[in-house]
């Protein structure tokens, strides 16, 4: 019996040995146990190597004192080598008490002013959005360089691990400060005011990110507006401020109010951009009939074309002449004026105008591509564009149209197609509005 319990205590022996060698190993790493912060996960470590190496000598303690009672029992081990056995715990059990401590102490030596410090922190971080460029905003006499903005919510992910540290801490017995424990106890409200202001900023940069370049350069002052709503977040609030939640109320409110101009914005962009695509769709040069029967005449040909073309540009010109009520009606939305020429919207004429320009100069040149086409006949086409009779007048022979009156009504055709542009009359300058007509002074 007694071979039996020195066995058993020589492998237990081996196991503490093993047990230090793993905590000499580890406490040097900062080992730390699955899914815990680092204070409390290296002490819940250190912790559960003293639970492996307690249960086992308590029982053998515990044996011990059983032996001790009844003096005439034989001994169940070598006392020698249990008391060995017994003092090589007792040393480790100490070293991992100290480790413990010295992990606690060193956690909780400046554990107030890092949580203040944090806490003092502005709940918003705002950085320049170098994808989007600068700007340049007009202030009284000074033309100011401007960046376009990101912002981020500013709760560090080590203030979270610092409130799970205190968690922790105080379900394994220790006595964190007061104060400590009750910032602990807000970690809810901590977090709900980073979702909300996180929820926030996802819809200023929504909204920001929607708009098109030019719409960017036109809602400038709409954009300073909304950054001004978000400034407090980086200038003066911080966790400890008992006005967020108003402040992320205000905000939204802010980034609805933008988000309703824009979208008015482009309600009548979208109608310019409709108009505009017709005149850049426009078929000018119609689908020539090749399977008639019976050719055109030379004048038949003409008007095959001019009549069709004549309407269709009437609809377009009447069309592009609602353009600067549009832009109009965006002014009074963006600007809360109705003059047609705001200096703010400059660009945004420009930007109109190099769209019509663009537009017709594609309509123009797809008829004449068109025409050249249609007078160079494809040689799978059979029919011709128009007939000419010949006369023979001995000895001559003469062409009814003659090709005089051809070339007449082919450049006829070439003029109409290339002077459309000019039914389309550009801005004034800087404007939407266009210029008085033209009198010619020797009319009456």
């Known amino acids: 019996m007694k071979k039996k319990y020195s066995d058993v205590l020589r492998r237990y022996q081996k196991e503490l040995r093993k047990n230090r060698a793993i905590f000499e190993e580890g406490k040097n ?4 146990s699955l899914n815990k912060p680092p204070t409390a996960g290296t002490m819940s470590w250190a912790r559960s190597i003293f639970n492996r190496i307690q249960q086992p000598i308590l029982k053998f303690m515990t044996k011990e004192r059983e ?6 029992k034989e001994k169940g081990f070598d006392p020698e080598l249990f008391a060995n056995v017994k003092n090589e715990y007792k040393k480790l059990a100490q070293e991992i008490d100290e480790y413990q401590d010295s992990r606690y102490k060193e956690w909780k030596k400046d554990i107030i002013e890092r949580a203040m410090n944090f806490l003092n922190q502005k709940i918003l971080i705002r950085y320049k959005d170098k994808s989007k460029g600068t700007y340049y905003l007009k202030q009284g006499d000074k033309v100011k360089e401007r960046f376009f903005y990101r912002y981020k919510v500013n709760f560090d992910d080590e203030f979270r691990i610092l409130i799970k540290e205190v968690k922790y801490l105080e379900k394994m017995g220790c006595k ?4 400590i424990i009750n910032i602990a106890l807000q970690e809810k409200e901590y977090l709900s005011f980073k979702d909300r202001l996180n929820n926030m900023l996802n819809e200023y940069h929504d909204a920001i990110d929607s708009l098109k370049e030019v719409e960017r350069e036109l809602l400038i002052e709409k954009i300073e507006k909304l950054n001004e709503a978000l400034y407090p977040g980086i200038e003066s609030l911080n966790l400890n401020s008992l006005g967020i939640g108003d402040y992320i109320t205000s905000c939204l409110q802010a980034i609805n109010e ?5 979208k008015k914005v482009s309600k009548h962009a979208q109608y310019i951009e409709k108009i505009i695509q017709g005149i850049e769709d426009a078929v000018l040069i119609k689908e020539f009939e090749w399977d008639r029967k019976e050719p055109f005449t030379l004048i038949e040909f003409y008007n095959y074309f001019e009549k069709d073309q004549q309407e269709i540009v009437n609809d377009l010109v009447a069309n592009y002449f609602k353009i600067p009520d549009l832009l109009k009606t965006i002014e009074e939305g963006v600007l809360g004026t109705i003059t047609k020429k705001a200096p703010q919207m400059k660009e945004y004429y420009y930007y109109w105008e190099r769209r019509v320009y663009n537009a017709l100069t594609k309509m123009i040149l797809r008829a004449l591509i068109t025409l050249k086409c249609y007078l160079t006949r494809p040689p799978y086409k059979n029919m011709g564009l128009f007939k000419i009779v010949a006369e023979y007048d001995p000895p001559n022979v003469n062409p009814i149209p003659r090709m ?16 459309v542009g000019r039914l ?12 008085e007509p033209r009198t010619n002074p020797n009319t009456e």
Do not use: A, L, M
């Open 424 to 435: 389309f009359p550009r801005w004034k300058d800087g404007t939407c509005i266009f210029p």
């Open 258 to 262: 933008f988000k309703d101009v824009h």
């Open 404 to 419: 005089v009156e051809i070339d007449g009504i082919q450049s006829r055709i070439y003029i109409n197609i290339r002077e």
């Open 67 to 72: 032996e001790e009672k009844d003096k005439d």
């Open 29 to 32: 790493g900062n080992v730390t």
């Open 176 to 179: 964190p400060f007061k104060t």
